[in-house]
């Protein structure tokens, strides 16, 4: 097999090429897009089924899908590898190399989805102690585990997805990703209508982990027939297995880390404000998460065709490419704010019936819209140095904000007595950090010049 093509001497961004970039990125961009909103119609699922059961059962669910980062990071550790080292090995033209690559991934996100459902047992009881306090009540700790455990046993079918859309961005194949999501929440919203009446709670676990295996399935017979024949029992690469950790471990800490500094707002900040500050976290995170998709699939693309470039040996097309989907992500957050403002009593109203969940939830939307722009902005960065390997600086600049919410919230909202507007006064804070800190790295180029 012949080598890749040796790279040619770094040129300056050549801003001509830029409409080309961005031609190319939304044809990519749109259906990655439109495929990480439907994903996060999850949560939306969740918490449309379970309102009737109060706003503990919402509190619950809130709760639990910030657990449910925490189990997603596993995935992404696997998921950013595969991407990263696919998409720079179809650029340098090393196409069986990519295969490999995939299905070594496919086979990774399998062990690690098997060995999480089989900790989750264990843990259930233990994250229902520490995150729900004993003021309210054991109805509400009883809905989390019950929702947690399922979500855990599920994360057999629910860590290999990640991996199979990273499969088909990298392949440019982003509709069938788009396919498979929707799939999966036509079967989970099937599922809940079923299982919530008679489950509750743990009946939207349930639907939320069972609704993945038809995409898993379907996913698999279409990537075979995408150029990866036998994705899980042919080929595969060992000695790629170390790159594709070392690619992806930085960005499953940081993921943990986000999960696990919103589980410690919960146990030190939040539990002084009952359910329905909790309940916050669920309509209303849910609705800026549909949102927040939306750049992180525009994202996403952009991270793809960066590695592809940089496979191409041009650094300036990754540069033109981030430059566009920067623009592409910002103006979609602008409208997000606006849409929090104007339509946000409308959104809310269809998730939450609860008054005091209700206002809670408006409070947090009104609060979040100021950082859409700045959030797209980052995410955008991020992905374009994550498309090209370059993990551990992202992982420490949105890590070492995250950590600051922890005792920022509790000064802004507990000592200084702003109650919930001074946890979110917190996000948007450290979300202008975080953009802060991206920009300054996107814009040096050093990271275009990273071998993988």
């Given at each position: 097999m012949d080598g890749p093509t040796p790279a040619p001497a770094r040129t300056a961004p050549n801003e001509a090429q830029a409409p080309f970039a961005l031609r190319e990125l939304l044809r990519l961009a749109w259906p990655a897009a439109l495929a990480s909103v439907v994903r996060s119609f999850y949560r939306l699922v969740d918490q449309y089924f379970v309102a009737e059961h109060g706003v503990e059962a919402q509190a619950a669910?809130?709760?639990?899908?910030?657990v449910g980062i925490l189990f997603a990071a596993f995935g992404e550790l696997v998921a950013i590898g595969t991407l990263a080292l696919a998409a720079r090995r179809l650029g340098a033209g090393e196409t069986e190399r990519a295969r490999d690559v995939i299905r070594t991934g496919l086979r990774l996100a399998l062990l690690l989805g098997a060995a999480q459902a089989i900790a989750t047992l264990g843990f259930g009881p233990l994250l229902g102690e520490v995150l729900v306090p004993d003021a309210a009540g054991d109805r509400e700790r009883r809905l989390l585990i019950d929702f947690v455990t399922w979500i855990g046993l599920g994360q057999v079918l629910l860590v290999p997805l990640p991996v199979l859309g990273s499969a088909f961005i990298a392949l440019h194949r982003p509709r069938t990703q788009l396919l498979l999501e929707s799939l999966s929440v036509l079967v989970n919203v099937v599922l809940a209508a079923l299982l919530v009446p008679r489950y509750g709670v743990g009946g939207a676990g349930l639907a939320t982990a069972l609704s993945r295996a038809p995409s898993l399935v379907l996913g698999l017979v279409?990537?075979?027939r995408s150029g990866v024949?036998?994705?899980?029992?042919?080929g595969g690469e060992r000695g790629v297995v170390g790159a594709m950790l070392r690619?992806?471990?930085p960005a499953c800490v940081g993921a943990l880390l986000y999960s696990g500094v919103y589980?410690?707002?919960?146990?030190v900040t939040f539990r002084h404000f009952g359910p329905e500050g909790r309940a916050a976290l669920g309509p209303g995170f849910g609705?800026?998460?549909t949102f927040y998709y939306a750049y992180y699939g525009i994202a996403y693309a952009a991270g793809s065709l960066c590695g592809h470039a940089l496979g191409q040996g041009r650094p300036d097309r990754a540069m033109a490419i981030g430059r566009a989907a920067a623009r592409i992500g910002v103006l979609f957050a602008v409208f997000a704010g606006l849409m929090f403002w104007i339509?946000?009593?409308?959104?809310?109203?269809?998730?939450?019936d609860d008054p005091r969940a209700v206002a809670a939830c408006l409070e947090y939307l009104h609060w979040m819209a100021p950082a859409?722009?700045?959030?797209?902005?980052?995410?955008t960065l991020d992905q374009c140095l994550i498309g090209a390997g370059v993990t551990m600086p992202v992982m420490i600049s949105t890590s070492t904000m995250n950590v600051l919410r922890v005792p920022l919230s509790y000064l802004l909202a507990i000592t200084c007595g702003m109650g919930l507007p001074g946890v979110w006064l917190t996000v948007d804070l450290t979300a202008a950090g975080r953009t802060l800190w991206s920009w300054l790295r996107f814009r040096t180029g050093r990271w275009t010049q990273k071998q993988i």
């Open positions: 669910v809130a709760v639990g899908s910030m279409l990537l075979a024949p036998h994705p899980l029992t042919r690619i992806g471990l589980q410690a707002m919960l146990a609705i800026e998460v339509a946000g009593p409308l959104m809310v109203a269809l998730f939450a859409q722009p700045l959030q797209a902005l980052q995410v």
